[in-house]
Nanobody, 118 residues
C-alpha cells in the first residue's frame, strides 16, 4: 500500500510563515514530480507549485516570490514553505506524487487546511 501524508497546516496571520510537509510511504518507487495544489471554498483546485525529480520547479503566478517548494528524495518528502502569507492563500492544500515505471500513477494526500487571518 502506498500513501502520502501531509502535515504543517494551521492558522497564520497575514505576513507570517508556515511550512507544509508531505511524506510518501509504502511500496512507492520511481517518484517523478511532487507538488501541491490548493482549493479555496467555492473555487476550483489550482496548482500551487511542483518540483521534478531533477529539481525543476514551477509556481503559480500568485505565489511566486513568496512560496518555495523543495524535496528530500532520500525521505520521499516534499515541502512547501509559505512566506508573506496573504488571506487569499487560505485553502485546503493537497500534496500529490507522480510515481512508478513503466506504469505511471499519481497519488494524492487527504489535504491540510491553511488559514491566513487578516
Amino acid at each position: 500500500q502506498v500513501q502520502v501524508v501531509e502535515s504543517g497546516g494551521g492558522l497564520v496571520q497575514a505576513g507570517g510563515s508556515l511550512r507544509l510537509s508531505c511524506a510518501a510511504s509504502g511500496s512507492i518507487f520511481s517518484i517523478n514530480t511532487m507538488g501541491w495544489y490548493r482549493q479555496a471554498p467555492g473555487k476550483q483546485r489550482e496548482l500551487v507549485a511542483r518540483i521534478t525529480s531533477g529539481g525543476i520547479t514551477n509556481y503559480a503566478d500568485s505565489v511566486k516570490g513568496r512560496f518555495t517548494i523543495s524535496r528530500d528524495n532520500a525521505k520521499n518528502t516534499v515541502y512547501l514553505q509559505i512566506n508573506s502569507a496573504k488571506p487569499e492563500d487560505t485553502a485546503v492544500y493537497y500534496c500529490y506524487v507522480v510515481w512508478g515505471s513503466p506504469l505511471v500513477r499519481d497519488l494524492w494526500g487527504q489535504g491540510t487546511q491553511v488559514t491566513v487571518s487578516s
